[in-house]
Nanobody, 124 residues
Framework: QVQLVESGGGLVQAGDSLRLSCAASGRTFSSYGAGWFRQAPGKAREFVATISWNGGSTWYADSVKGRFTISRDNTKNTVDLQMNSLKPEDTAVYYC?????????????????WGQGTQVTVSS
């Protein structure tokens, strides 16, 4: 069993940066793929970024490519999302997720564990 807890959300202005962190419990997390998703009000949850079990592979949604960076530290059981050049359209609840698949995973269906989410609000 894996439990995920996100932190680092908040209210920022357009152009600012924010770093989200996801802390995982469970010794198996280091062998899982991980990812970040987000859900804006009235919209479906969407994929943001994913990272393989060892950090060797990453993949990003086109909307965040070049601005967001996903990373992980398996010694600390954490997965971070560095968000730069934030835009108002990045406003959403951000969710961390873990998949028993070891590779990058872009579809929410293949994730087995989810955090409760952290709110990110970007003002214009």
């Amino acid at each position: 069993q894996v439990q995920l807890v996100e932190s680092g959300g908040g209210l920022v202005q357009a152009g600012d940066s924010l770093r989200l962190s996801c802390a995982a419990s469970g010794r198996t997390f280091s062998s899982y793929g991980a990812g970040w998703f987000r859900q804006a009000p009235g919209k479906a949850r969407e994929f943001v970024a994913t990272i393989s079990w060892n950090g060797g592979s990453t993949w990003y949604a086109d909307s965040v490519k070049g601005r967001f960076t996903i990373s992980r530290d398996n010694t600390k059981n954490t997965v971070d999302l560095q968000m730069n050049s934030l835009k108002p359209e990045d406003t959403a609840v951000y969710y961390c997720a873990a998949s028993r698949r070891t590779t990058v995973v872009v579809t929410s269906f293949h994730y087995n564990y989810w955090g409760q989410g952290t709110q990110v609000t970007v003002s214009s």
